[in-house]
Nanobody
Framework: QVQLVESGGGLVQAGGSLRLSCAASGNFVSVNTMGWYRQAPGKQREVVATVFNDGATDYAESVKGRFTISRDSAKNTVYLQMNSLKPEDTAVYYC?????????WGQGTLVTVSS
């Protein structure tokens, strides 16, 4: 079992920055792929950024050049640095992790970007 706890959401003005954190805890052997998803009101959940076990990263087109995902494998923690935030980035952001082929989700953290 893996528990994911996100933190770092909040209210920020357009153009500002936020850093999200997601720590994995529990009784597990290893956590493989970790990533961030988001869900805006009335919309489907979408992938934002992913970091793979080998350190490779992937980003949604809408956040490329503005968001950076990073990972501290020793701490089983993944971060999402969000710069140049836009009102359309407003959403609940969810951390996702895969461990031994099982998918886990965090509870979500709300990011609100005001114009």
């Amino acid at each position: 079992q893996v528990q994911l706890v996100e933190s770092g959401g909040g209210l920020v003005q357009a153009g500002g920055s936020l850093r999200l954190s997601c720590a994995a805890s529990g009784n597990f052997v290893s956590v493989n792929t970790m990533g961030w998803y988001r869900q805006a009101p009335g919309k489907q959940r979408e992938v934002v950024a992913t970091v793979f076990n080998d350190g490779a990263t992937d980003y949604a087109e809408s956040v490329k050049g503005r968001f950076t995902i990073s990972r501290d494998s020793a701490k089983n923690t993944v971060y999402l640095q969000m710069n140049s935030l836009k009102p359309e980035d407003t959403a609940v952001y969810y951390c996702r992790a895969i461990s031994v082929g099982i998918l886990y989700w965090g509870q979500g953290t709300l990011v609100t970007v005001s114009s």
